[in-house]
């Protein structure tokens, strides 16, 4: 299973190939981010359209725009109806992005007022019922308002989705590129997991040898956070445990296999279950005996391993979800084939190559027989989460994931 040699792999997924975006602009500061960001998503498949109010265009030339999207920034609405062309009911639009989006914007959305190209964009959106994502970007005293906080619930009752700014210098920054990113996927990709809590343990565990060193795996945690996103892309609410933070989920801190165990139960216990369960950490098998203070250096030393329970079978015990697993080894597949008999939905198969590399081969094992996976992480994300969504359509027909 080791990966082929020659394979070139490409940076990014084009998850937004043939989706239209119109990306839509107001007078914010924030708006000197937009052609970075109209470059992110025609790099993900995006054919983007620039619409700008006149306060985002003293701010940044319709040009810099145009020049990002490759096609004219709109700066006015003119007799060939431009926002019933694109937001029309026939329109050509996939999604509105208003990014960044001024307090002045969001309150005249709210009040369905349109006095610029932006919120006739919006007016027409609206009513034909389309994905619109608003990202605001204002000074935190303005975010603050207790207006504005009403006008942004009403729009969120209206179905828009509101992407939170970073609260950073006084100011509610604009949300990262990439988050942006990830909920216009979300938006455009038909959701087929909304609905359903996933369940995730990523990355290493680091147990303490004494206070200064400590035993930990190889494992970067890259096919976490590749299977946590796309479970997000695909409408899932999604919880991961473990050492990072990734963004749109919610991360819950753990750093020692006891850590990893109790956060996973608590969450559970929760809600009680989770309808899927990806246990894609590298939990640590052994512990060991903790030593007080520093171990002094230039002797010999024994360390003593004491083996922990394994929380893949607490929980298939306890809740039953469905379970996907990680078995790594040279021959991993007697090991992986017990584990399906015990329950288990389905076990990816990797070399211990694959961990802390961008991309791998795996096998991924079911009741169905074997099936090869290579490429970069996100690619094996992807095909991960097309079996486990075909994997459950076929367990309730008619019903979709379940």
């Not at 700014?165 to 455009?188: D, F, S």
């Not at 090869?372 to 989460?385: H, R």
Request: charged share 20%; hydrophobic share 40%; aromatic share 4%.
């Amino acid at each position: 299973m080791a990966c082929r040699a020659g394979r070139e792999y490409p940076m990014t997924r084009e998850t937004l190939a043939g989706k239209q975006i119109v990306v839509a602009v107001t007078g914010s500061i924030a708006a000197v981010e937009v052609v970075k960001l109209i470059h992110e998503l025609r790099r993900h498949g995006a054919i983007v359209q620039a619409v700008m109010s006149d306060a985002a265009a003293g701010i940044i030339s319709p040009e810099a725009l145009t020049y990002a999207s490759g096609r004219p920034a709109i700066t006015r609405i003119t007799g060939l109806v431009e926002h019933v062309t694109w937001c029309g009911d026939d329109g050509m639009a996939d999604l509105l992005l208003i990014a960044p989006c001024t307090a002045n914007t969001i309150s005249k959305i709210a009040c369905a007022i349109d006095d610029t190209p932006v919120t006739t964009f919006a007016t027409t959106a609206l009513g034909r019922g389309m994905p619109v994502l608003v990202v605001p970007a204002m000074h935190h005293s303005m975010f603050r308002h207790p207006g504005l906080a009403e006008n942004l619930r009403r729009i969120e009752a209206w179905g828009v989705e509101v992407i939170g700014p970073r609260i950073e210098e006084g100011k509610a920054k604009i949300a990262g590129t990439g988050e942006i990113v990830l909920a216009c996927e979300r938006a455009v990709l038909g959701r087929p997991l909304a609905g359903k809590h996933v369940l995730i343990t990523s990355g290493p565990c680091r147990e303490p040898v004494d206070d200064v060193r400590i035993l930990t795996t190889r494992s970067s945690g890259q096919m976490g956070r590749a299977l946590a996103l796309e479970a997000f892309r695909l409408g899932a609410d999604v919880t991961v445990v473990h050492n990072d933070s990734f963004p749109c989920v919610r991360n819950i801190p753990a750093g020692t296999a006891r850590e990893m165990h109790d956060q996973v139960l608590h969450q559970m216990d929760e809600r009680g279950g989770t309808d899927i369960y990806i246990s894609a950490a590298a939990i640590s098998d052994f512990a060991p005996e903790r030593a007080a203070g520093k171990i002094p250096s230039g002797k010999p030393v024994s360390i003593s391993l004491r083996p922990l329970p394994k929380l893949l079978e607490t929980v298939q015990s306890a809740y039953n979800p469905f379970t996907v697993a990680f078995k790594i080894g040279r021959r991993p597949e007697t090991k992986a084939r017990a584990m399906i008999r015990q329950g288990v939905a389905m076990v990816l198969m990797n070399t211990p190559e694959t961990m802390g590399s961008s991309h791998g081969n795996y096998i991924l094992l079911d009741a169905e027989g074997t099936t090869p996976i290579d490429g970069t992480k996100d690619e094996i994300a992807a095909s991960v989460w097309s079996r486990i969504i075909q994997r459950m359509a076929q367990a309730r027909p008619g019903t979709g994931p379940s």
